[in-house]
């Protein structure tokens, strides 16, 4: 098997595997990487900074992976979230978004509403 990975841009990458090519999308956030390709998006944790990170702070914070759009806000700020729920959407590359509460607890604060455009690493949404 044959395979080339080539910058082709910010974020942007050529991946040959075999002579045949595709275009990859990456952002880079704390504790892994954002893949979008072939109209997938694809999460890369690095646990062991997902866990140094959760050791260090009683809250969490959700931001944007990317540059994106809010589409909607499923929470209200006093709002009690568990695990995996859907907290709000974002809208980039044509592609749904879910940002999802890394645990249980209590929204502490909201920072976006929708229609906002915002930019990678913006938290969005406050967890504690």
């Not at 502490?108 to 990678?120: E, F, K, P, S, Y």
Request: hydrophobic share 45%.
């Amino acid at each position: 098997m044959s395979t080339d990975v080539a910058a082709i841009g910010p974020g942007a990458w050529r991946v040959t595997i075999d002579g045949n090519a595709t275009i990859v999308w990456t952002a880079v956030e704390d504790g892994g990487v954002w893949v979008h390709t072939d109209g997938r998006v694809h999460y890369i944790a690095n646990e062991a900074d997902v866990r140094r990170s959760r050791a260090r702070s009683g809250s969490h914070d959700l931001s944007a992976p990317m540059p994106a759009t809010v589409r909607a806000v499923l929470v209200d700020v006093g709002a009690q979230v568990h695990t995996g729920e859907t907290v709000l959407t974002l809208e980039a590359m044509k592609m749904e978004l879910s940002l999802r509460a890394p645990s249980d607890g209590t929204v502490t604060a909201i920072h976006c509403r929708t229609g906002d455009l915002v930019q990678a690493g913006v938290p969005l949404v406050e967890i504690t």
